[in-house]
Nanobody, 120 residues
Framework: VELVESGGGLVQAGGSLTLSCTASGRTASSYAMGWFRRPPGKEREFVAA??????RTNYIDSVKGRFFVSRDKNTLFLQMNSLKPEDTARYYC????????????????WGRGTQVTVSS
């Protein structure tokens, strides 16, 4: 499975961006998919995920109510609203047949990432 992200960019604080991730491979539509991010100088962290079977979602506390994850078959989205400078990071798409693997970052598949920069 190949994952390709798009939609990153520079935005002012309070603004919005939507990230997309397209997954190749006919089985990807049933995979759990999610987003991670690596802020400058920090470790990678989980952001959000969505199941490929029952549509359940999970978010890190700092983005709840601002970010919304969704999918359409093999394409994953992350709608990011009310962006803050601390959201600045490289955002990575993740996918795996197992839900838990995406939640803890042990998933099999990663994209190369897309940069999101939020100016104050």
């Amino acid at each position: 499975v190949e994952l390709v992200e798009s939609g990153g960019g520079l935005v002012q604080a309070g603004g919005s961006l939507t990230l997309s991730c397209t997954a190749s491979g006919r089985t990807a539509s049933s995979y759990a998919m999610g987003w991670f991010r690596r802020p400058p100088g920090k470790e990678r962290e989980f952001v959000a995920a969505i199941s490929g079977t029952d549509g359940r979602t999970n978010y890190i506390d700092s983005v709840k109510g601002r970010f919304f994850v969704s999918r359409d078959k093999n394409t994953l989205f992350l709608q990011m609203n009310s962006l803050k400078p601390e959201d600045t990071a490289r955002y990575y798409c993740a996918a795996d047949p197992a839900w838990r693997s995406v939640l803890i970052g042990t998933n099999d598949y990663w994209g190369r990432g897309t940069q999101v920069t939020v100016s104050s």
